[in-house]
């Protein structure tokens, strides 16, 4: 944190919110009301003594008082403006800022309309799916922590004593016992597209053998939630107003998911592991019999307001650099569409899987942060048929960075992060070697004398 903050529209939000005037809270923080007004205005820096006065008085989170959440919002909003429709009333990113300054309810109104009219649009004017949209909305409005569910999984794990015996073996007992139905490793010929399947007619769960024991665990434990916390996902989709078939089916999936994972990985054993471990996913991979992706993307929930983990960014994307999953719980900003910056090393894994990559990167507002990255492969693969391949990173705040076991090998007082931006569409660095795609709403400039690094150059603002 650094150690002023301009901060006045939230500031102003957060007092009215509690129904408090300028004059009341400049009383409860020891300053005086007109100091108070002049930070409300931006005119004067809230210093990080005052804010964390105020967390200790009003007892909330100061990472509120953060940019975590406006980075987003700048990000998804910027993106949206860059669509076609929008071409003839260019929207710079500081206007963007601006706007999500003062006020982030009226970005947040701009989206929604969009989206409700069907005009969300990607930089190339593709409509993404919406149910998609929907539960990726829903997990980050949630900042992907459920404490209910968490609860739960933390109860069913402890009654079903899965850190004293072996997990399979207790989840399917739990199958037999409760709900009558038996679990069953079938032969790739007799499920042949297919890695779960559950046959209610005759009670029994089929588990693909091309499946790793980490994933039939996890695909046994999902089951369990489905079968026995339906309502509680429910309970959660009507209070998120989701609706629809789609969307409602994809985020109870969601749901089932992080419940699997809770459970396999109860929040306070997790989290104190995660400590004592200094954030080694592959060693907590091993230590809860869960799969490398599976362990970096429960570091990502560990969101508990006073047991909180680093907040750590997630991204998945297969060998094209498409993205299938993204999650920040810190301040990195993705596109809503399109694949991650190609200087970033997430894509070197590809070619070495066995090692997992290290780097430290800036995005173009200044931000630097730590990420590994580790290439995967899918379940299923067998002769002819090999698995999908994937690359998992991880990443945080630079500033979180002394805490990982993967920083030992950094300079972290004098870092020198590799430039990237969010994708090619919405990064403006000039001269860069790996761009794809000029930015959107730049005027470019040719000059026939001369061929840059860049094929792209465009008129500075």
Known sequence: MSDKLLIGPKLRRFRNSLGLTQARMAEDLGISASYLNLIERNQRAMSAKVLLKMAGVYDFDISAFSDAGDAQLVASTYE?????????????????????????????????????????????????????????????????????IDETAEALCEELGLRRSEPRTALTERLKSRHDTAVQIVPTNVMPDMLRWFDRHNQRIHLSELMSQSSRRFQLAVQIGLLEQREMFDAHLDRAKITGREARGLARTSLANYFAAALLMPYAKFLREAEATRYDVELLSHRFGTSFEQAAHRLTTLNKPDARGIPFFFLRIDIAGNVSKRFSAGKFAF????????????????????RLHTQMVQLPDGATYFSIAKAVKRAGEMHGAPAQRLAIALGCDVSYAPRLCYSKDFNL?????????????????????????????????FDERARGMSLYRWVPD
Not at 86 to 93: A, E, I, L, R
Not at 335 to 354: K, L, R, V, Y
């Open 80 to 148: 949206a403006l860059r669509a076609s429709r929008f071409k003839d009333m260019p929207v710079s990113k500081n206007e963007v800022e601006d706007v999500v300054g003062i006020s982030p309810n009226i970005a947040r109104a701009f989206q929604s309309v969009l989206k409700t009219q069907g005009t969300m649009t990607t930089p190339t004017d593709d409509r993404a799916p919406r149910a998609v949209d929907v539960v990726r909305d829903f997990i980050q409005k949630n900042s992907n922590y459920f404490p209910e």
């Open 413 to 445: 007082d004098e870092p020198t992060p590799a430039p990237i931006g969010i994708n090619c569409y919405l990064c403006e660095r000039q001269h860069c070697r790996q761009r794809a795609h000029p930015p959107l709403a730049k005027s470019l400039m």
């Open 335 to 354: 596109a809503s569409q399109g694949g991650a910056c190609p200087i970033w090393n997430i894509h070197e894994s590809f070619t070495d899987p066995g």
